[in-house]
């Protein structure tokens, strides 16, 4: 016969699962899903103490989330790195208002009740969204969250070399250090050669002008009266003809 302390603890156990499948874990795959409909979002972290606090009062409000119409969500950045540079959050907890793709940063009480009054009062009308070149699916914040995924990748790769194969920390720096150089070295290089070349183009030689169709009738026109010419000196033995017969026998 089960005890009234075991069913006790299944409807504990069934109570909790029930409020954290409430809150809606978003990470790097998913977080599309904010642009779409009304969501309160806490950025946390499981080392962060102010989280931790905050934890059973979101947990509450994900309860709520149906009455409200709304959605409530939550991002551990540790598993999620490139959404700190998505979202630009540079503090821990911090919660976002979203609605149809507008942000707005949550700033005021953080208790259950005031919550729901900032949901259902609407006050979220009375903060200004993020600028659209802040907003999180932006081009520029998708370059910042590219650049905040790749700087985790190279510090993994660098615990990697450090703990795993057993690479010493100061031949780590250096290999890093020297891969930065050798990176940024090829764009630069391209770009020096581009500006040089916009700056000071290659001199050309410059290219014989084609001649018009006149232009060719006029020198077979020259030519020919040239001819003419000769011939009727000739025939008259002007002094012209002379000279060049005697010019030619010389």
């Known amino acids: 016969m089960i005890s009234f302390k075991a069913i006790l603890f299944l409807y504990l156990a069934t109570f909790v699962c029930a409020k954290e499948d409430d809150v809606i874990v978003i990470g790097e795959d998913n977080w599309k899903d904010l642009l779409k409909g009304e969501w ?3 950025f946390h972290a499981r080392w962060c103490p102010a989280c931790r606090t905050l934890q059973p009062v979101w947990e509450d409000l994900g309860s ?3 009455d ?7 991002v551990d950045v540790t598993d999620a790195p490139a959404l700190i540079g998505r979202f630009m959050t540079t503090a821990l907890p911090t919660i976002f208002h979203a609605i149809d793709g507008e942000f707005r940063k949550y700033k005021g009480p953080r208790g259950k009740d005031d919550f729901i009054t900032f949901i259902e009062e ?3 009308k009375e903060i200004e969204p ?6 999180p699916d932006s081009v520029w914040m998708s370059t910042v969250a590219w650049f905040f995924k790749m700087s985790m990748f190279l510090r993994g790769a660098f615990i990697y070399l450090t703990e795993d194969v057993g690479v010493p920390y100061w031949a780590g720096y250096c290999i890093f250090a020297a891969l930065s ?3 940024g070295a090829i764009p630069s290089l391209i770009f020096l050669v581009f500006f ?3 700056l000071c183009p290659p001199k050309s030689e410059p290219k014989k002008k084609a001649k018009s169709d ?3 009738d006029n020198e077979h026109e020259d030519k020919d009266n040239v001819v003419a010419e000769d011939l009727i000196d000739q025939a008259m033995g002007s002094p012209r003809s002379l000279r060049k017969r005697k010019s030619r026998k010389d």
Do not use: N, P, Q, Y
């Open 181 to 183: 150089v050798t990176v």
């Open 130 to 135: 993020l600028s659209s070149w802040k907003a």
């Open 64 to 66: 709520w989330s149906d």
């Open 40 to 42: 309160m979002i806490e």
């Open 122 to 124: 609407k006050k979220w």
């Open 214 to 216: 006149d232009e060719k």
């Open 196 to 198: 040089t070349h916009l």
């Open 68 to 74: 409200l119409g709304i959605k409530v969500a939550r």
